[in-house]
Structure formats: C-alpha cells, structure tokens
C-alpha cells in the first residue's frame, strides 16, 4: 500500500488507539527502502514491530500504538503482504501498464515490473483521498504533529541504533518526503512518490504529470474493487493481529 491506504489500515485495524500514533507507525517502514544511509534493515524497520512493541509495553507503554501501526503495514502480518495480490487487477492491461511506467518514471521494463504495485496501490490511494476526506486530514495533522526526535529515540534504542542517524532518516521521511500540502491532490500524491521513488537503487526519475495519468489509470481499473480490497486488507490484518488487539484493549 501507499501512505494512505497505510493510515487507513492502521486506524481501522486498532479503532481504539491513537491514531496520531498509529498513523506514524505505519509509515516507519516506508523509510527502508526509500532513504539512503538507513541505519535499519528490512527485517529491522520493516518487519520488526513485534520487537519494537516489545520494548514499548516494557518501557513506553503508551507510546505502544507506534509499533502496533508499524504491524499493519508488515508483509508478515500486514498490508504489504497483498503487494502482489493487487497485481492480478492488472490483467489484461498489465503489459501496457508496464510499459507506461517504465516511460513515467525512466525505469527500465524490468524495474517498472517491481513499481506495477505501487501504481495500483497509488490507485487505491485516489479513491481514498476522494472518499475519504476526513483520513486525509488525519494523516495530514499526524504529519504535522510528529516528535521526530522522541519517534528516533525510541527506535534507537528498541534496535541498537545510533540516535542521530536514526533521526536523520526520519526527518527526511517526514520533513522532506511526506510534505502535507501534498495530500490534498493526486499531483500531490505523485509528487511524494517521485521524492520517495528518488531514493531507491534505480533513482526513478518521475515526470509527475505522466505518473498521474498513468495512476488514474488504475483509479479507473479498480473502480469496482477498490472497496473490496482494502475490506479484505483490513480483514486479514485484523485476524493476523487479533492477539495484539486483545492486548490494547
């Protein structure tokens, strides 16, 4: 998923929590693998809400909501895990679609096979920003809001981490990738994927306008599913993290 569809998930999947929190934690893995000189590794910031709430319960428990949002975006256990599920609503546009990515984002065929998700996903995030208007100004104030240097400390120390290079990475996700102006419309959308896309090995280079369209695009695709997607997300998360549920409330 996208920084939307994330934020959706997160609040939807712990209604009880605080969604300043858990909005913040399910953006943390977008730092890998998207900022350079990242401290963490996959399995670290990605993939470690479990240990990170771990050290939270023990020694920060109301600041638990941080790694519980952190969970839904896992593959393990979270939204990332329907990366490649999502791809099938490409059929039988998938080959144009590649095509129109590689071109957008001056990638490769090959490399716009691995982005294909995240233009659907960025579809999904479209419908979100319509339908959804209220999310939008939630993630926009947790944005706003967020203790980099509080949010840094925290993960430093639950990983081992160096403190500043941890809040380097953070403050680039959050200061200079995600810029909240950009929330209110697709351009905006797509500019912060052409800061992030910017980061990986590849250095996408995103004409934005282009990247639009071909988004919108798959707004149009998913027209009729796009509901039932983030449903059987939500649900799947749900279930996979009915214990940590439990635990919260």
Request: hydrophobic share 45%; glycine share 6%; proline share 4%.
């Amino acid at each position: 998923m996208n920084l939307l569809g994330h934020s959706y998930i997160a609040i939807r999947v712990f209604p009880e929590g605080n969604k300043n929190l858990l909005i913040i934690g399910s953006l943390l893995p977008e730092s890998f693998p998207f900022v350079e000189n990242n401290p963490f590794t996959f399995e670290e910031i990605h993939e470690g809400g479990e240990k990170f709430l771990e050290f939270l319960s023990k020694n920060y428990p109301e600041k638990q909501d941080l790694a519980l949002g952190m969970l839904t975006h896992s593959v393990r256990f979270g939204a990332d895990s329907f990366n490649k599920k999502i791809e099938r609503y490409a059929e039988p546009f998938r080959e144009k679609l590649l095509w129109q990515i590689a071109d957008c984002s001056g990638v490769s065929l090959e490399t716009a096979e691995a982005r294909l998700h995240n233009f659907l996903w960025m579809g999904v995030d479209f419908w979100i920003l319509k339908e959804f208007p209220e999310l939008v100004n939630e993630v926009s104030q947790a944005i706003k809001s967020v203790n980099i240097e509080e949010i840094s400390a925290l993960l430093a120390a639950a990983f081992g981490k160096e403190r500043k290079k941890v809040e380097k990475v953070f403050d680039f996700l959050f200061k200079e990738i995600y810029q909240p102006e950009d929330l209110t419309s697709r351009e905006g959308l797509v500019r912060i994927w052409s800061r992030q896309a910017a980061g990986l090995p590849e250095g996408d280079k995103i004409d934005v306008s282009m990247a639009v369209e071909v988004a919108s695009q798959c707004t149009r695709l998913l027209e009729n599913d796009w509901r039932n997607i983030i449903g059987l997300v939500e649900a799947t998360a749900g279930e996979n993290l009915r214990p940590f549920i439990k635990m919260e409330s």
